[in-house]
């Protein structure tokens, strides 16, 4: 049996909070280099730069949950 870090939506598509210690710690890595970038790159200054670092963060932390959650699919709850 496999432990998924995030488990899958009951409605709709994608991944719900995370179930365990080290999903929830990619979830505040990901809030913390989210903040880190507000203070350091300062959108109003450089808001091409900050939209990039963003989505870079952004696509690493998609990729983890798609490698460590469950199968993304379209769900419409308990049936």
Not at 24 to 52: D, M, S, T
């Amino acid at each position: 049996m496999t432990a998924y870090w995030f488990p899958a939506k009951k409605y709709g598509w994608g991944w719900g909070l995370p179930n365990g210690w080290q999903g929830w710690l990619v979830l505040v890595a990901y809030i913390g280099l989210l903040a880190f970038g507000v203070v350091v790159l300062r959108p109003q200054e450089h808001a091409a730069l900050f939209f990039a670092y963003t989505f870079a963060v952004s696509a690493v932390l998609i990729l983890v949950c798609w490698l460590k959650g469950e199968k993304p699919r379209w769900r419409w709850g308990e049936k």
